[in-house]
């Protein structure tokens, strides 16, 4: 293990690591040394997940590896849980959410799948920043007012890690509640990115990530094409025969958790690691977000993707909703 890479003695909070993604980016950080907390709603899916990150601990003598039933759409809930914890977290990936139960076209979902996909997809991820972050100031605060004889406290990098969608860059038929939630997660990660500057100092330094995962392979991805209508499988490419041909297809949660991390450690704000569609959809919606690595390629392929590939993709999504529509 290379120096950069050991995380002794750091501590991460993984929201919604008891599966897929989350418990991927858990099992790779504690392999790394970290101590991990994961928090979910389900207290058997935890446990199981905690007794296989401890398996994947670099040294599971000097790691501590916990896991934390809540409900991650409950503020004060969140804010209790954190608070609980006996370690102050260094990192904090929020992972939550996912949309099988709210898959389907506007005019077929009911205004609580609606609101059911805000809170596990936005609200989950909102209320979780919010606690980590009033913690972390708070630390900052006591810190900063203890005796100036005492020994200085050493210099703190704190990491937020927002994993959202490249569902957050374009609206697909079918996935008319899970894209909002995604947008607005964007948002928020774009606004903390300003706002962490306010917090920064001599002592303190904060940083946002997030990613935009494509499709990738995991238990929520297969029971989200359970559900997923049939114009949204074409859409996205995933209407194949069997599971087993989307698993060839598509990259597993160890790699896209591992690609995340990789570009956490190098500082990125946007990461679109696992998939160059993803990359390319963010090219045509950067916003006020930083390009990436000296925006030159971003910046050319901004032009290639707004002028020649988002129409061309728009025009076929318009023929294949209409042609939908007629075998209704």
Known sequence: MKPDQDLFGKTAFVTGGSGGLGKAISNALASRGAHVTIFSRRLGPLEAAKNEIVTNCADARRQEINAVPVDLADAGAVSEAFKSQTRIADFLYCS??????????????KASQLDSCMKNNYYSTAYAAKAMLDIWLEDDKKSSSTDTQKEPKRHTTRKMVFINSAAAFLGIPGSVAYTPAKSAVRALADTLRFEFLRHNSAMTTYTVHIAFPADFVSPGFRLEQDTK???????????????????NKFPSSEKVALGVIAKVDLGSFIICEDSLAAGCLFTNMTGLSPKRGLGIVDSVMGVVVGWIVMPV??????RMCREDGERM
């Not at 939550?96 to 979902?109: P, Y």
């Not at 209508?229 to 698993?247: C, D, M, V, W, Y």
């Not at 993709?313 to 318009?318: A, D, G, K, T, Y």
């Open 229 to 247: 209508p049939h114009l949204t499988k074409r859409i996205q490419g995933t209407n194949l025969a069997s599971f087993e041909e989307l698993e």
């Open 313 to 318: 993709l728009r025009r076929r999504w318009e």
């Open 96 to 109: 939550a959410g996912g949309n099988h139960a709210e898959n389907g076209f506007f005019v077929d979902l």
